[in-house]
């Protein structure tokens, strides 16, 4: 009995499908990571679009605004939708609702203009916004009446644009040096692997926080501390994995024809290798967007009035008895993506190790 042309065509992209990416996607963590991932990386690209105001607009009328108040279902007439009515704070009669007035949250409006990817990109088009004087806090307000939802989406570029950076550092500086040191070996392996057992007697929040505290706060020293401690987790996963590859017969074969060592190294060996530096790089991503997050906690981090999760977070705590949710929802932004980039770390490793 034959296979049918639908069967045939389905085994024939199960064959050209890499076996890795099969069981990638057949795991629910995995599935789960990636759109997490996915989720904050829209989230990022569109970002001035998503947010209904500017990050640092201020009203301070309407501070330590909860979510939700002032927000009904209903309009004066009965209308469905998501009417809004003015909200604002007072020193003495706190939180206080107009319910006579009452305008509708529309969808594509025109607010404040806006420029994104380093100005190539410009409007004033908003994805949601209220008709009317008044404004539509989600998530509520903070200390200084800033939209807080506004802020985490601008938040989302700044964090995952630090975790970027710090990973070029890391894989930059760190699988160079790996790599050199267990193809040589000899002399250089000793001098290489020295240097890098100074600085892994650092933990890696705490050598992040030397750096920063020697050369200064700011987004720039941030990534640059966070990628220097990320340098040896890389030298150390590439000297092991170029340890394992460098006699086997391709590299051999290169030797004898008189290919000189370092293109060798940079040519065979290193492309060879580069599954565990994938895999790393997905959980380092989750590492280093934790410890920025921990230098802004910090206060060694970005500078107010950035939109940057962890110095949200500190500034959030200041405020738990009258405002939780200032806090609240920076630190769980945080959670979810160090939780997706963690969630897809662990399953491309188990689904790039052959032994599987």
Known sequence: MTDSP????????????????????????????VTVISFFLVVVALAPFLAPYPPTQQSLRATYIPP????????????????VNPVTRSPVGGVRVDDSEAYPVRLLVRGDPWTWMFGLIGSDLR???????????????????????????????????????????GIGVGVPAGAISGFLGGTTDMIVQRVIDTLLAFPGILLAIVLV??????????????????????ARLVRGSVLQVKNREYVEAAAALGRRRLPTLFHHVIPNVMAPIIVQS???????ILFAAGLGFLGLGA????????????RGREYLAVAPHVATFPGLAIVFVVLGFNLL?????????PRM
Do not use: C
């Open 6 to 33: 639908a069967t045939v065509a389905i085994q024939g992209e199960a064959k050209r499908t890499p076996r890795w990416r099969r069981r990638l996607f057949r795991n629910p963590l995995a599935v789960f990571g």
């Open 213 to 234: 505290a020697t050369f200064g706060t700011g987004l720039g020293n941030v990534m640059i501390a966070v990628g220097v401690a990320s340098v040896p987790i890389y």
């Open 68 to 83: 939700g108040v002032g927000v009904s279902f209903r309009g004066p007439e009965g209308q469905f939708g998501i009417w």
């Open 127 to 169: 994805l949601f916004g209220v008709d009317g004087p008044v404004r539509f806090y989600a998530l509520g307000t903070d200390e200084q009446g800033r939209d807080l939802l506004s802020r985490l989406i601008h938040g989302a570029w700044i964090s995952l644009f630090i975790g970027l950076i710090s990973i070029a550092i």
């Open 303 to 314: 500078r107010p009035p950035q939109p940057e999760w962890g110095l949200m977070l500190a």
């Open 345 to 353: 770390g662990d399953a491309l490793r188990d689904a790039l190790d």
């Open 282 to 288: 997905s959980l380092q991503m989750a590492t280093a």
